[in-house]
């Protein structure tokens, strides 16, 4: 049996991190590897396609650090979003994603160059709710791979849950509600707690801590207009920050502020979460289902959004738990 080793598009997304390795016995076969998320808030939209394949005898750690072996030939693939409303086709053109300011992470595939296939904003100018599909042509009578995704609109946090300033008491039940887009169909929250650690006598650095309050939230009816996460306890807040902090001995930290940040995403990638979630664990079987939205090939071409409210400060009696708190006395927090 040979392994095929899949590219994925490893830094646009919050939620769980899914599997991209499968064992394949098939014959060779060019097996394409999409993945893009359209966001209204990007002032331009990148989508990654390579190619998956392992020649009789291959070896995969080694064809994916050849270039030719993992992207199309240009002269050959034409990547297009179509507005299925009007029937209109934007082409993209294919660009280094390590000279766009995307570096591809370290793995096994070649990491330079790092083509992705681009087309700014204000040309493709989406709107909330639109329906999107997108037209791969890999050229040699090979089939289009197509697939279709639908524009998520703005995500809304209500400034007031939680209020700010934050009431962190121990035993306090902290509440988060958010408007969703129509056609959102799973949701993140997050705190980044932004703090300053002083590395010599006087000189401090700015820092943040990333808290994951709740992943993989789904909406119980698909017309649900808000959402509601209410399983956090104040203490929860200095548990996280106990265990995640180093004691840094006499070395002083100061706190700034925190910002909440709620994402949402379509429909493919829920079900690709739900994929995922379905076999891992004990019950799991040996191989994980691979799911995909495309007519061809592997990978998501969905929408994703985002929302922060931001600069949000602690009230009198939490900065005194941070400072002295059982669990968080040893940081140093003045």
């Not at 409210?309 to 059982?326: A, E, Q």
Request: hydrophobic letters at 40%; glycine letters at 8%; charged letters at 20%.
């Amino acid at each position: 049996m040979k392994k095929v080793i899949f590219p994925a598009l490893l830094a646009v997304w919050v939620f769980g991190a899914c599997s991209t390795d499968f064992e394949l016995e098939a014959p060779w076969k060019d097996i394409p590897v999409v993945y893009g998320f359209l966001n209204l808030q990007d002032t331009a939209h990148y989508i990654r396609v390579e190619k998956a394949f392992l020649e009789p005898g291959g070896n995969a750690n080694s064809i994916a650090q050849i270039v030719d072996s993992l992207y199309y030939n240009p002269a050959q693939i034409t990547v297009q979003l179509q507005k299925r409303s009007t029937g209109q086709r934007f082409t993209l053109q294919r660009v280094d994603g390590n000279a766009e300011g995307y570096p591809r992470q370290s793995g096994p595939f070649a990491q330079a160059p790092n083509y992705l296939y681009k087309i700014r904003a204000s040309a493709l100018n989406l709107v909330a709710e639109q329906d999107i599909r997108l037209i791969i042509e890999r050229g040699n009578g090979l089939p289009s791979v197509i697939a279709d995704a639908t524009v998520l609109g703005p995500l809304t946090p209500r400034p007031n849950l939680p209020a700010d300033p934050l009431n962190l008491d121990y035993t306090r039940t902290l509440v988060f509600l958010w408007d969703v887009p129509v056609s959102g169909a799973i949701f993140d929250i997050r705190m980044n707690i932004h703090y300053r650690e002083e590395e010599s006598a006087g000189n401090f650095v700015l820092k943040t801590l990333e808290w994951t309050l709740k992943r993989d939230i789904e909406k119980a009816i698909a017309t649900e207009t808000s959402l509601r996460f209410d399983q956090l306890k104040g203490e929860d807040f200095y548990r996280f920050v106990g265990s995640s902090l180093p004691n840094i001995g006499n070395r002083r930290r100061i706190f700034d502020s925190v910002d909440i940040v709620y994402t949402a995403g379509g429909s493919a990638l829920r079900e690709l979460i739900r994929v995922e979630q379905a076999n891992t664990g004990i019950t799991s079987s040996q191989s994980i289902p691979v799911y995909t939205n495309l007519s061809e090939g592997r990978g998501v071409f969905s929408s994703r959004t985002q929302a922060r409210r931001t600069g949000i400060t602690l009230n009198g009696p939490s900065l005194d738990s941070l400072r002295f708190g059982i669990h968080t006395r040893q940081l140093n927090f003045q």
